[in-house]
């Protein structure tokens, strides 16, 4: 997902001649048009890194439900292993119990996990101090780019074995194992299984691990952003956004797809081994997790060392040294803020045409005005009775779609779903998708981006809730063993692939359809005047408003299941009864939540797409105005 933030004055990204300094006449430096062709690449490259913390963290749901997985198989055999030692007196009752304590460890960490991505919904709250403070010999965006990175990359590399260790993958012998038969006593217990669960799994360090790259990444993307304002020549600035969303997916799909696939113990084995000329290594991935996050931080390493020495920052909107400014009007006037390119003659209509764009593409920003002046104007957004309405649908929109959002794919690896199957498909139909769709609901809902968001609400609460359900319930039943549900066991491999992936693409489409509605009805309506810290605010609730149920969901989920009580029958198999899982009620209880919302905030939605462009202004353009006559006068009475 794009995250916006304070937006920079425009600045030249030109090369200025240096044999001729001032020009011909006096003029100012030429500057001459050169080929962006390296910056796009560059871009990439960092944009590249903004998404592999992101690809990693995305995995580290899956390896802790593995875990308890192999934790409750524990539990499983421990059962079978009393019984067969005739110590089964209260076999089932501690079975069950302990399987709901390992179930509710496993959605308690994912629930306090999921707060490790909160960095990037609060980025707005320290925007205006990266954008304020710099050190102008070592470049404005390089002076947090840099160290910023070096400390990401430091951290990921010394941190790899932290976190694998605090996970309890880096010796999974010790993560409970099955209880052992000595001369007819059960030597470990299934709770000793589960205190062993809980003390070899430290999430919360390693979501402290994680919130701190969160943290770093967040900053580098107010950087980044920044410098590719000044970085692309004029012409090519728009392109800024589509680095971005390239970058940031690349990032994601290498270290989230790249990582799961390498990983999976049967893939390594069967595949990728056999295709590298590897030796055997049965039940063990090709990488490991702390092998994983080792390489990626030394690569972020490279990218920053090569752009430290290598990558020269020229922006000409910035004059004198070092800087933070605090107050108001730091930027030293309207003539640090020309950029170099309006200073060149140009001839007739061309000349007023762009002028006219410079006018339109002005923005304030944090250096010209100070960062008190910028939060001060930003809480002037927030009171605005428009923008109010449009913060609480951000806010409580996502609530009914957290299972889909969040839980679904959980609880299909729960269920039995491989992490390689789940992973392989955000590239063949996530990706895909995610770039089609926006193209087509652009042209199928032009100029009505919240009909367009409100069609995708709907469906999403209801049908993409309902095949979900089906996909998840035709999982477990199939991946039980059951693998002839309808027709034969052909027609039930269909079955299962086919609402497998429509449960994919469904949700993918309706989630990309109301992202790029968002993201267009923000667009139309930002206040010009600040328009880059008014999208900035917009997005930071809109990334809030998912955030927060993530964990909520998780925790119910965690709360409410209630494992089945299972036995060892008298001919050696086992017989489970009773139980129940949270997550297809809980589905019905969003769902109708859901249905709530669309009734009662649909007039809300209808109404703030209909008000005027006045409405969501904050006048602050008509205040300087107004100041600036007020300070003509005061110098003709003097």
């Known amino acids: 997902m794009k995250k916006s933030h304070l937006s920079v004055p425009h600045t030249s990204s030109t090369i200025i001649d240096n044999n001729n300094p001032a020009g011909s006449g006096g003029l100012p430096p030429t500057p001459i048009d050169h080929d ?85 919904s609060l980025k707005l709250l320290w925007a205006p101090i990266v954008d304020a403070c710099f050190s102008k010999r070592f470049g404005r965006r390089k002076s947090w780019l840099v160290p910023i990175q070096l400390i990401a990359g430091m951290l990921m590399v010394c941190g790899s074995g932290y976190v694998e260790q605090e996970l309890g993958l880096d010796n999974n012998s010790n993560t409970g194992g099955v209880g052992s038969v000595v001369d007819g006593s059960v030597v470990d217990s299934a709770a000793t299984t589960v205190e062993q669960a809980a003390k070899s799994m430290n999430v919360q360090g390693v979501t402290f691990f994680f919130f701190t790259l969160y943290f770093l990444m967040a900053t580098q993307d107010i950087a980044v952003d920044g410098w590719a304002l000044t970085m692309l020549s004029r012409k090519n600035r728009g392109k800024g956004p589509i680095c971005n969303s390239i970058g940031q997916n690349i990032g994601y799909f290498l ?110 920003d944090a250096y010209e005005i100070g960062i008190m002046e910028t939060y001060k104007r930003l809480w002037s957004v927030v009171k605005l009775p428009a923008v109010q309405s449009l913060i609480l649908i951000l806010l409580t929109y996502r609530l009914p779609c957290a299972l889909s959002d969040n839980v679904k794919f959980l609880k299909a690896v729960e269920f039995g779903l491989s992490k390689q ?38 469906f999403r609460v209801t049908v993409v809730a309902l095949v979900d359900v089906l996909m998840l319930l035709t999982v477990r039943s199939f991946r039980g063993g059951n693998t002839s549900l309808i027709g034969g066991e052909t027609t039930s491999r269909l079955i299962f692939w086919g609402l497998l992936i429509a449960s994919t693409a469904l949700q993918a489409i309706v989630h990309s359809l ?33 955030t927060w149920p993530s964990s909520v969901v998780m925790y119910m989920i965690g709360q409410f299941t209630i494992p089945p009580v299972c036995s060892v029958g008298e001919d050696g198999s086992e017989v489970c009864t009773g139980g129940r899982d949270a997550y297809f009620p809980l589905q019905l209880v969003l769902s109708t939540l859901g249905c709530m919302w669309i009734f009662v905030m649909s007039k809300r939605v209808h109404h703030i797409a209909e008000l005027p462009d006045d409405a969501w202004r904050t006048q602050i353009e008509n205040e300087d105005e107004e100041e600036m006559q007020q300070l003509k006068k005061g110098g003709k009475h003097a």
Not at 533 to 543: A, E
Request: charged share 15%; net charge negative.
């Open 514 to 546: 109301q992202f790029n509605a968002q993201m267009t009805f923000f667009a139309h309506r930002v206040d010009p005047a600040i328009g880059g810290s008014y999208m900035t605010l917009l997005n930071t609730f809109g990334n809030l408003g998912g």
């Open 255 to 364: 270290s989230y797809v790249g990582f799961l696939a390498l990983n999976d113990v049967e893939s390594s084995e069967n595949l990728w081994r056999p295709l590298l000329r590897l030796p055997s290594r049965p039940g063990t991935g090709l990488v490991s997790l702390g092998g994983f996050v080792k390489f990626m931080g030394s690569f972020m390493l490279v990218i920053t060392v090569f752009v430290g020495l290598f990558k020269k920052e020229v922006d000409m909107s910035i004059e004198g040294g070092d800087c933070c400014t605090i107050g108001c009007g730091g930027g030293g006037g309207d003539k640090s803020n020309t950029d170099m390119e309006t200073l060149m003659p140009k001839n007739g209509v061309e000349e007023e045409e762009e002028d006219d764009d410079d006018d339109d593409e002005h923005e304030i």
């Open 36 to 120: 962006d062709r390296f910056n796009y690449a560059l871009l990439l490259a960092l944009y590249t890194l903004q998404g592999i913390p992101m690809g990693l963290s995305a995995s580290i749901p899956f390896l802790i439900q593995q875990k308890v997985q192999m934790l409750a198989s524990s539990v499983h055999h421990h059962n079978v292993a009393t019984a067969a030692a005739d110590a089964a007196i209260n076999s089932a009752a501690s079975s069950s119990n302990s399987l709901a304590e390992l179930t509710k460890i496993a959605y308690n960490a994912q629930a306090i996990f999921a707060l490790c991505s909160w960095p990037f």
């Open 421 to 458: 199957t789940t992973a392989l498909l955000s590239p063949t139909i996530i990706l895909p998708l995610g770039i089609l769709v926006p193209i087509i609901g652009t042209k199928i809902w032009q100029g009505h981006p919240l009909k367009q968001f409100m069609f995708a609400y709907k």
